[in-house]
């Protein structure tokens, strides 16, 4: 039904950036709560940022002052905008929706992206 789309990881040297984009494609109307998470090798997947249909945001305390979550509605897109990255933030990260609306009136699972690969180098 609804498939996300992941873009922007790389290779970066600490204090670079990065810009994560995540595309949801499918007949959608509206989409809940988008987000971002990263697992690193050997440890859960955390919650990065997350973004309210309504712009609201929070972030894991690891990342406030240096990452940025937004979203474009009308492109069903949702941003990361990482800065100052740290050899701690590498891992991968994966895009993430709490569902929301199709066309016709059907409501849609959250899903999960494939993943992107951020890796800081020190």
């Known amino acids: 039904q609804v498939q996300l789309v992941e873009s922007g990881g790389g290779l970066v040297q600490a204090g670079g950036s990065l810009r994560l984009s995540c595309a949801a494609s499918?007949?959608?109307?509206?989409?809940?709560?988008m987000g971002w998470y990263r697992q690193a090798p050997g440890k859960q997947r955390e919650l990065v940022a997350k973004?309210?249909?309504?712009?609201?945001?929070n972030y894991a305390d690891s990342v406030k002052g240096r990452f940025t979550i937004s979203r474009d509605n009308a492109k069903n897109t949702v941003y990361l905008q990482m800065n100052s990255l740290k050899p701690e933030d590498t891992g991968a990260y994966y895009c993430?929706?709490?569902?929301?609306?199709?066309?016709?009136?059907?409501?849609?699972?959250?899903?999960w992206g494939q993943g992107t690969q951020v890796t800081v180098s020190s």
């Open positions: 993430n929706t709490e569902g929301g609306l199709l066309v016709g009136g059907t409501w849609f699972r959250g899903s």
């Open positions: 499918g007949s959608i109307v509206s989409i809940n709560a």
């Open positions: 973004i309210t249909s309504g712009g609201s945001t």
